[in-house]
């Protein structure tokens, strides 16, 4: 550390202030690809450092999940607590699909976050002033919401992808009788509806009330709480539903229901339009 501190310096004193040692390369391009002209595209440019970051985070995290399974079963039989969490008894025969739920939930808690930065682009494009640039020329406010809200689907469902192939790949390598993947990737793909709803409540306030989309993270921690520590709380049912991943129907543990499935997306949906119907008609400010 002090070596490279002393060089640091030395490197410092020999080269003009505002420019650095290495020559200039070419720079960037004079004019952006056709991808940026479309609204999807330019939501997609502004967000995809943390959407990528977030996807490498929670495919690894999945893939430790992974590599600790084997060992995991025999750990939470002889703990009440996990067994609590996970929601399985004493006398369970089968944990690793029950697990595997939890996990799945708990990373979808996190796949909430790049949800929550790609919604809230809108509104913090909109404090720096720079929304000015695009809605004062022809493009229309549906238009660009709809940009964002197409990119929220996405990330909602790629976050819940990496995790299960994150998992199954690890799993599958160390597991002597791993859960098939089919239903590790069903049972990921079950938690997509609360992170539609996540986006829909911040579409919703990015539309009416922008400065209270801070709400968004206060509900998510008491999400990840619920997910995390409800069980071992023995917190009741309708506490564990005020957020929507307490809504979920904890499958294959619990029956599937398409009815409530379809029914947390249309909610989600509905909140989008909401919000973007009120981000039509309001005014843009800094």
Known sequence: GVILMVV??????????????????????????????????L?????????????????????????VMGQMEDFIMSNPLYQAMIGV????????????????????TMAAIPVLTTAHKLA????????????????????????YGILVVLVAVAMQLLAAVGYWMVAATIMTDPLPA??????????????????GLAFFLVGWAKQLTWINWGYLGLSFLMVYVGGMLNLP?????????????????????????????????????????AYRRRDIIN
């Open 124 to 147: 913090s494009e909109e404090r720096l002033g720079r929304m000015d640039y695009l809605l004062g020329k022809t493009v229309s406010r549906w238009r660009l919401f709809l940009g």
């Open 237 to 277: 049912r309708w506490a564990m539903r005020i957020t929507p991943f307490g809504m979920l129907q904890r499958w294959p543990q619990e029956d599937f229901s398409l009815i409530l499935w379809l029914g947390m997306i249309a909610v989600g949906a509905v909140l989008a339009v909401l919000g973007a119907t």
């Open 182 to 199: 089919s239903m590790v990737f069903k049972i990921a793909l079950n938690a997509v509806p609360a992170l539609i709803v996540v986006g």
């Open 8 to 41: 640091g310096f030395a490197l410092g004193g020999l080269r003009d202030l505002g420019r650095g040692l290495l020559g200039q390369g070419r720079g960037r391009r004079a004019h952006g690809s056709v991808f940026l002209g479309g609204e999807w595209g």
């Open 43 to 67: 939501a997609w440019r502004l967000t995809r450092g943390p959407i990528l970051g977030w996807g490498i985070a929670i495919f690894v995290m999945a893939a430790a999940f992974g590599s």
């Open 89 to 108: 008894g004493a006398d369970a025969t089968d944990i690793v699909a029950p697990l595997l739920v939890t996990l799945m939930l708990i990373t979808a």
